[in-house]
Structure formats: C-alpha cells, structure tokens
C-alpha cells in the first residue's frame, strides 16, 4: 500500500494544530482524518482502520493518556504517539506504560514528525507482517474483494475452486489464503492435474493446491474426490482452474461429484482487460513492491506509459504485466518509466482464445473439449458418447472428423 493510502488520525483540541499537521501530513501524501476531542477520536477509529494515531496530551474530554490505553485495548494493531505542550515526564512514563510507542513535546519540527511517523509505520508493518492478516493490497473494489475472500476462506478449512485465465494471479490467490490460514507454519503442495506423474494423493500436511483441475480424467477425479473426503485436520485443498465458473460446472467431463466436494468456497478472478479501471493502481502496487524488494525507492510511472499499457491486449494478463514492469523498473532512468521503457512485443504470452476473437474457433474449442470429454467419460464408446452429447452418432462421427480429435 503506498503511502497516500495510509491512514492516519490526529487528535488535537487546537484548530491551528490540527491544520498545520494536517498541512504537514498531506504532504508526505497521507490521508488525514482529524479529532477535537476523545469522544470524536473513538467514533472515528470505530468507523476506520487507521495506520497511525498521533494525539494531543491535554484535551477537552480527557487524556491522552486515557486514548491511548483505549486504542491498546481495542485496536492494537493501530501504533498510538502522544505529542503535548504540557508533558512532564510522570506523563510521558504513564502514558508509554499504557502502549504509546512515543512521547513529543511541542513545538515539533517538520523532520520530528516525519521520523515519528515513519517510526509508528514501521510498528504497523510489523504487526500486520507477524499477524494472519496478508492480501492483494491493492485499493480498488474489485481487489478489496479478493482481499475479503481470502481473509474469509483462510478462516476455515473448506475447499475453495479459483476461475479464471491463464495469468489472473490465481495461484497467488491461493498462496494467500495459506499463508492467512492456521496452517501456513505447514509447507504448500502444488499438483499439477495436467501432469501425468504427479500424486494426487500426496501425504502432505498444509495446503494442497491443485493446478489445472479441469484436465483430470474421470477415473483421477475419482480418486480426488476420495482424497478430499479423507483430509485430516491438518490439511486443506485450493482447486485453480483456466475455465470461466459456467464452463466448469457445466462440462461433461467433470463429474458432478467432484463439483460437490471441491466448489463449496468459489473465487471468480477477471483478466486484466476488465481491470483497465485499475490500471494505474495496479502498476504502482506492483513498483512499490519492486522497491521493497530490491531496497530501493519505487518508480514512477509516466502517463505516456500508462496510455501505452492501456491500448495493450494482454493475453498473459496480469502475471504478463508484472514482467513488462519488472524489466522496466530495471532498464529505466531517473526511476521513472517512460513508454519506451516498456517492451510489450515478445513476451512470451500468446493471445487467448475468447469470443470476440474468433467465433467459429471458439465454438471449435468448445466442441473438441466437450467431445473429448465424452468420448473419455464413454471409454471411447462413440455410441454412448453420441448420446452424453445429445447427438446422433452420426454427427458425432462427422465431427471427429472435421475437428480432427484423435
């Protein structure tokens, strides 16, 4: 989250200060919610999570002694500083016993405050990097959403099924909701379904992320659906699958049965073509993360660039955005990213196939999914394939032909 996302609270009884901090905060682009009084700190900090609280000694209502005890008791994940005119250092004791991570007295410098603040971050990142509490981060509705979903599917231990396109970051998707879960001291299993050497039935304790669910055989399903039926408490299954959430449950090939043990939590993911809103907040995640990474300060991005990156199909979608940024923040100067910065040609993604594209080619890929999965389902029965499809075998035989399926 940058740092204009960050939230944070000043509590102070003097118009004057208020704004001045305001002012100063502002700058260093933060969000800035204010308080006169304890009553109207405490209703602020029950309607918003805040990052950071910074509060006068002396006020209207009370102490700032009293809202810091208030904020440790109830919202401790929110670092509390008290700054004051009038501190002595019996106030400064009681108030650090009570959960102030520091005590200022005024006037404060404009460097003060900024090392203040940037001291109370560090004790937020921390908490939330020692806490369950890990997500997308991006703040937008669509990833917020995913946040919620992750946070809610990591609490329990139902099998969830993530849709999508190739790149929609599902396996991140996953990766979250172990690593939110009670079980992220345990290790991550990945089974790839379209690999025929892999183990469907590995004896790991932790998540079992299975990739590619939709290229399982019906005899293999059968053997998934036993396995999950069987998870101990230990363990707990995350199904990824390239297909749109319609063309999963509504395939032949999947067995109904499997559908009713693996899609009990769902996740709908969308490609980055539908996110174009979210251009923007999206690269910056990404640079930000690049910064805290490589230790660096975070790149910028121009808006040439950004025009650029929106006339982009993106067939590898966000995992595809990613490498064009990542290569840009490396070859860039003055870090900022210009439009000749971003390579968008070779990149190792290929367009997908959707309607839009071409309509007799999808409907072909349709028809050769659907009949291969027939015929698979019918043990290459063409008869009994013929009638799972609601087709005479006769234009089944036909098509097999003309889609040349083996």
């Known amino acids: 989250m940058t740092s204009e996302h960050k939230r944070i609270l000043i509590v102070d009884d003097e118009p004057d200060i208020l704004q001045l901090l305001e002012i100063s905060l502002t700058r260093m682009q933060f969000k800035v919610f204010k308080a006169e009084n304890i009553g109207s700190a405490k209703y602020q900090l029950s309607k918003t999570s805040f990052h950071l609280c910074l509060t006068d ?14 904020v440790a008791t109830n919202y401790p994940n929110t670092p509390i500083a008290v700054i004051t005119a009038f501190g002595t250092i019996n106030h400064a004791v009681e108030t650090l016993k009570k959960g102030a991570y520091d005590f200022i007295t005024k006037p404060i410098s404009l460097d003060t405050l900024r090392q203040l603040v940037i001291t109370g971050l560090q004790q937020h990142q921390t908490v939330d990097e020692t806490g369950n509490d890990k997500g997308i981060n991006i703040p937008t509705a669509y990833f917020e959403h995913l946040d919620d979903l992750i946070k809610k599917y990591a609490a329990s231990k139902v099998p969830v099924i993530i849709y999508g396109n190739k790149g929609n970051w599902k396996e991140k998707i996953a990766m979250l909701i172990h690593e939110n879960s009670d079980l992220n001291a345990d290790e991550i299993t990945c089974v790839d379904c379209g690999d025929t050497i892999n183990d469907l039935t590995p004896n790991n304790s932790g998540t079992l992320i299975y990739k590619n669910v939709e290229k399982l055989r019906p005899d293999q399903q059968t053997v998934l659906i036993q396995f999950v039926n069987s998870l101990s408490d230990q363990q707990r299954i995350v199904v990824t699958t390239d297909w749109s959430e319609d063309e999963f449950k509504h395939s032949l090939g999947m067995k109904k049965s499997l559908l009713r043990v693996i899609c009990v939590g769902e996740i709908k993911t969308k490609t980055l073509m539908e996110l174009k809103d979210d251009l ?20 910028k991005i ?4 950004i025009a650029k990156l929106n006339k982009h199909e993106f067939p590898g979608n966000l995992r595809e955005l990613d490498l064009v940024l990542s290569k840009a923040a490396v070859n860039c100067q003055n870090q900022l990213i210009r439009e000749d910065d971003l390579q968008l040609e070779n990149t190792g993604f290929k367009p997908q196939l959707t309607k839009e594209m071409n309509l007799e080619k999808y409907i072909e ?15 290459n029965n063409k008869t009994k394939a013929a009638e799972l499809l609601g087709i005479s075998f006769r234009a089944l035989r036909y098509k097999i032909k003309k889609l040349g399926i083996d």
Not at 365 to 379: C, D, G, M, P
């Open 57 to 70: 000694f002396k006020l209207p209502d009370g102490t700032g002694s009293e809202l810091v005890e208030h």
């Open 280 to 299: 923007i907040e999206i690269c910056k995640s990404h640079l930000e993360q690049l910064a805290e990474d490589w230790k660096k300060l975070p790149c």
């Open 302 to 305: 121009h808006p040439t660039a």
């Open 365 to 379: 890929e349709i028809e050769i999914r659907e009949i291969t999965n027939a015929l698979t389902k019918a043990n």
